[in-house]
Nanobody, 125 residues
Framework: QVQLVETGGGLVQAGGSLRLSCAAS????????IGWFRQAPGKEREFVTA????????YYADSVKGRFTISRDNAKNSVYLQMNNLRPDDTAVYYC??????????????????WGQGTQVTVSS
């Protein structure tokens, strides 16, 4: 089973940037659609972005469009989330999830069959 580990979280002021990494081990990431989700205190986990394994097509939640960018580097077996112009309401634990062979329902949490442990992102005002 491919395992995922997120890194790169931290504390940043509003307007700042962070780059999260999702590194895979135990197998190649190439057959997996990778999604980023986040969960703020007292809220349900919500979709942020995903990158489809077949063609690299990307999907974004409306709340992050134009500010966040997802990318993948199959040679490094990793997916990245560049977050710019961060806002206090971006504060959450960010998780990457894997969905083997997935091409549909990529914004749904139930599509993903494995998750990393999460990384905390805190944006101060």
């Amino acid at each position: 089973q491919v395992q995922l580990v997120e890194t790169g979280g931290g504390l940043v002021q509003a307007g700042g940037s962070l780059r999260l990494s999702c590194a895979a081990s135990g197998g190649a990431i190439t057959i997996y659609t990778i999604g980023w989700f986040r969960q703020a205190p007292g809220k349900e986990r919500e979709f942020v972005t995903a990158i489809r394994w077949t063609d690299g097509r990307t999907y974004y939640a409306d709340s992050v469009k134009g500010r966040f960018t997802i990318s993948r580097d199959n040679a490094k077996n990793s997916v990245y989330l560049q977050m710019n112009n961060l806002r206090p309401d971006d504060t959450a634990v960010y998780y990457c999830g894997r969905a083997p062979w997935a091409t549909e329902r990529l914004t749904s949490e139930t599509t993903y069959t494995g998750w990393g442990q999460g990384t905390q992102v805190t944006v101060s005002s």
